[in-house]
């Protein structure tokens, strides 16, 4: 992509251009090109890329976002970190981590589940805001 055509694309980043095969170099010849791949990117990638294209989002919700994606179980389809895990991985406040995680539910991105008790902590759903079910 040309730097003139970055400053007029759109803002939401296109899973296309981040999952296809790189193009054949002058010196392909040499070795067997690889196919493109037809499976699609992980659930979590492709969460991450369209976090990534959001404006709506301070730093701070980002970053606990890639905390939130780097801990996300897909068997479990949910991550759960604590707060105060959040908190210092991201090197914030709790009431900090707490704004980050209200923004993420705000644009829909997080479905948040508090536990009540000592010893447990609370889900985080990652999701989709422009489908119906989030996936």
Not at 31 to 46: E, I, L
Not at 111 to 135: A, M, V
Request: proline residues 7%; charged residues 30%; hydrophobic residues 40%.
């Amino acid at each position: 992509m040309k730097p003139a055509a970055l400053l007029n694309a759109d803002p939401i980043l296109d899973i296309d251009e981040f999952t296809k095969a790189p193009a054949p170099s002058a010196t392909a010849g040499r070795a067997r090109a690889r196919k493109p791949s037809a499976k699609p990117a992980p659930f979590k990638v492709r969460w991450l890329l369209r976090i990534a294209g959001e404006r709506n989002l301070t730093a701070l919700a980002v970053q606990a976002a890639i905390i939130l994606a780097d801990h996300y179980d897909e068997e479990k389809g949910c991550a759960w970190p604590s707060q105060e895990r959040l908190s210092t991985l991201l090197n914030a406040s709790r009431a900090g981590v707490r704004q980050a995680i209200k923004r993420l539910e705000e644009t829909r991105y997080v479905e948040y589940i508090p536990e009540k008790g000592r010893t447990k902590t609370n889900r985080y759903f990652l999701r989709f805001p422009d489908t119906e079910n989030g996936y």
